[in-house]
């Protein structure tokens, strides 16, 4: 009944981003979605209860103008803006489709996220209720290790993973390794595709309040978050033919054209140019150049060249 209510939530935004609307437009709305319950639309209880819990899940307001009799939000770019409700949003649009329609469902192609589905509900189920969890790992090319007991802070998908950001109860903060050093002890992290079990245990944790997922990874590329790396202005050259893939689906938040031409663009970013962005960047191929920083621009030349030995048959 919670995931029902949850995706009710998200369908009555995405109807109000859209436009402002009447009871009766969204109840008729609502009757033709797959959501609806036999085709049911909505009552003015329901939709009261919905703009309440609303505002406590999302901090996103629905009014209701007495000047045109129409609900609207309040702000609709705070809408557009939340990464997780645009996720949210369009999960809802494919299941409405493949559900809805059976025609359809051989139509839409997703992507599978290894042991996404296994995995998610106990963490976010533990997340919720501040209990440390039994987790046991397999790191690629290592044997088992121990079974450990963390306290799960966040979630975050990356490139078709899914990983765990934790804490080891009772640690200090670390200055050693690949992990930053932070006021909230030793996080480690854990990709959900080599976690072998997970069981929520009887023990509670406290979440730090200052805590923020989003601020944590703000200046990195994707999950890697390394000791002792500076934050770099990293300039990119992107040829024009690549331009409009990296302008509709930018590298990172920070990314921004400071020129371009009929040949190319160049993008400012800054981050810690940490293996991930390493790797990325290298998948761009001859199209892209890194400009600055100098040494992130050898160690891509020297990867070049080891490359280009290997295609060349010079290294076995």
């Known amino acids: 009944m919670a995931k ?6 998200v369908w009555l935004i995405d109807q109000l981003r859209r436009r402002p609307a009447s009871l009766r437009e969204l109840s008729e709305a609502y009757s033709r979605s797959s959501l609806s319950d036999d085709g049911k639309g909505l009552s003015t209880r329901t939709l009261y209860n919905w703009r309440e819990k609303i505002i406590d899940i999302f901090d996103i307001q629905i009014v209701y103008s007495d000047a045109d009799h129409l609900y609207h939000l309040e702000d609709a770019e705070k809408a557009d803006r939340d990464e997780r409700l645009r996720w949210l949003r369009q999960s809802l649009a494919v299941n409405d489709a493949l559900y809805g329609s059976r025609r359809l469902r051989e139509r839409i192609l997703l992507e599978p996220i290894p042991s996404g589905e296994r995995y998610l509900m106990p963490l976010i189920e533990a ?3 501040s209990r440390r969890v039994k987790i046991e790992y397999r790191r690629f090319g290592h044997d088992d290790s121990p079974a450990a007991v963390v306290e799960p802070f966040c979630l975050k998908i990356h490139q078709r993973r899914w990983y765990l950001l934790s804490r080891i109860p009772g640690s200090e903060p670390s200055t050693s390794g690949l992990m930053e050093p932070s006021p909230y002890g030793h996080l480690r992290l854990y ?3 080599r976690v072998k079990n997970i069981e929520i245990t009887e023990e509670r944790f406290e979440m730090p309040a200052s805590f923020s997922a ?6 990195y590329f994707g999950v890697c978050v390394a000791y002792g790396l500076p934050l770099e202005r990293i300039l990119l050259r992107v040829d024009a033919s690549q331009r409009d893939y990296i302008e509709t689906l930018p590298l990172h938040t920070s990314q921004t054209c400071v020129e371009e031409n009929d040949e190319y663009a160049i993008y400012e970013l800054r ?3 940490t293996i991930d962005f390493f790797r990325a960047i290298l998948a761009l191929g001859a199209e892209a150049e890194v400009l600055a920083p100098e040494g992130l621009r050898d160690l891509l030349a020297q990867e070049c060249s080891v ?3 290997i295609y060349q048959g010079l290294i076995p």
């Open 271 to 273: 981050l810690h140019p």
């Open 191 to 193: 990709a959900l595709d």
């Open 214 to 219: 989003e601020e944590y990874f703000r200046d």
């Open 307 to 309: 490359l280009n030995d």
């Open 4 to 9: 029902v209510l949850y995706e009710n939530y």
């Open 127 to 129: 997340m919720n209720l």
